[in-house]
């Protein structure tokens, strides 16, 4: 049986490709498993969705703050954080601010949600 070279390359070729596919999902899969994401509500004193409420996320190894303002509906969230790291939350828009909460390298959730209540600032921080 003779296969000319331009099938020989074609089918050479494709096998390249299956490869290469095959290798570059297993790091995203990876990746995925080391990753999480943080959502929740932000609701004022009356339990009504607030809308641009500034809500913060500090990375308790590093440091680093990421900021993200609220939808219309009063949801937040934050992808992509690290399974073994943990997380404080906290929301703040004008006079009112919600306590922090932690998202803990204990919780398992791929998908944790965490609702914030605004309350006055002054006994927050």
């Given at each position: 049986?003779?296969?000319?070279?331009?099938?020989?390359i074609?089918?050479f070729?494709?096998v390249?490709?299956?490869?290469?596919?095959?290798?570059?999902?297993?790091?995203?899969?990876?990746?995925?498993?080391?990753?999480?994401?943080?959502?929740?509500l932000?609701?004022?004193?009356?339990?009504?969705?607030?809308?641009?409420?500034?809500?913060?996320l500090?990375?308790?190894?590093?440091?680093?703050?990421?900021s993200?303002?609220t939808k219309?509906?009063?949801?937040?969230h934050?992808?992509?954080?690290?399974?073994?790291?943990?997380?404080?939350v906290?929301?703040?828009?004008g006079?009112?601010?919600s306590?922090?909460?932690?998202l803990?390298?204990?919780?398992?959730r791929?998908?944790?949600?965490?609702?914030?209540?605004?309350?006055?600032?002054?006994?927050?921080d």
């Amino acid at each position: 049986m003779r296969y000319s070279a331009s099938k020989l390359i074609l089918v050479f070729g494709m096998v390249l490709i299956w490869a290469a596919l095959l290798t570059a999902q297993k790091p995203k899969k990876n990746e995925d498993e080391a990753t999480r994401t943080l959502q929740g509500l932000v609701t004022d004193a009356a339990e009504k969705p607030v809308q641009d409420a500034v809500v913060q996320l500090k990375d308790l190894r590093t440091l680093q703050i990421r900021s993200y303002l609220t939808k219309e509906d009063g949801t937040y969230h934050f992808a992509g954080l690290k399974t073994d790291t943990d997380y404080q939350v906290k929301a703040a828009m004008g006079d009112l601010a919600s306590g922090t909460k932690t998202l803990s390298v204990f919780d398992s959730r791929k998908i944790a949600t965490i609702n914030l209540k605004l309350d006055k600032k002054e006994s927050r921080d």
